[in-house]
């Protein structure tokens, strides 16, 4: 993908440049050493029981509904599947006119191998250049998604309809430092050569996105768009660990875990430990079309696949009550 950083004399950008000045020359050494802390968490779980599981809920609807979405921000349910949300040719023509537009980097830290558009963190740096570039990235991607799609693209689809059926609304979040909106659609592409690990390869990393103790007041949400799917394997699974049947500090100790998930040095053991305590996940295979959105504070991974890609567009939804959804991907 091009790079999009344009010269930092550009005063468009100012507002970044001086955030990242001043929060630069204020950071303290932040150089924890977390080995310890890490190893005697995997000590523990090593011996520790099976964790407890809610009954296995998720819903399967031919639309978005209301009362659906109450139940998942409510954390009732867990996911909300929708098969066929879009038509298989919008998958095969998004990836037809993105294929040769992927990022050059491929990400060797998460399941993500490729993208299209950059994930939210690149908006906190290191450096401001990686904020711009963030920031630069955000209209004409979307406005490019929308002109592939010929009309408006999945993602967009998505947010007319919550806003459509979500009393407070839905929008496109500027709750950051910059004030500025983010970007939505993040287009990830998984494809075999590019899963890492071992046992991750076929299992999947395990991880949340949002805070494991769920309240009901807000949460994290992630949904995504499926625009290629292998015809084996790539299923999600979600491990409905009950926020009520588990000693309290048992979910503390696994939320510090599950921090260090991606983790490269300790990535394969955790991984191993979690699918040791953690009870048997709801699996959802999802299909070319369908549209998954998931409470991205109960684990979750994506299982491997040996053919085939597996490309899906990707926002977070950020709930919190009586204020609109802020999406961001
Ligand atoms: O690709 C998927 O099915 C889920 C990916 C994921 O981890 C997420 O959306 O938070
Ligand atoms: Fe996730």
Redesign the pocket.
Known sequence: MENLVPSNENNDFKDIVDFFLKNVSNQKSNNIDNNSTIESLIDYFQKSDIFYSEFDCYETHDSLKVESLNRLFDNKICAIHIPNYISKNIGDTIFNNIKNDLSDRKWDDT?MFQGYGLPVNHMYGPTSDDCINYFSQVLPLIRKLRTISGGISPIDKLRLELDEIWTNGAKISNNNPFNRKAFVGLT?L?KPEGLVGVETKKNGLI?I?GPLKLITESGSF???I?LKTPSNG?E?CIWNVSMTMNNSENLDKLQKLLDFSFDKKYRERIQNILQKILPNPII?K?QQGDL?I?N?GKP???KGFDYGI?L?M?T?IHFLKDKPLELYS
């Open positions: 399941d990830r998984m991880h996105d992630s949904s995504n499926y790539g999600l959802i999802p998954i998931l991205s979750h991974a994506v597996r899906s990707q977070f």
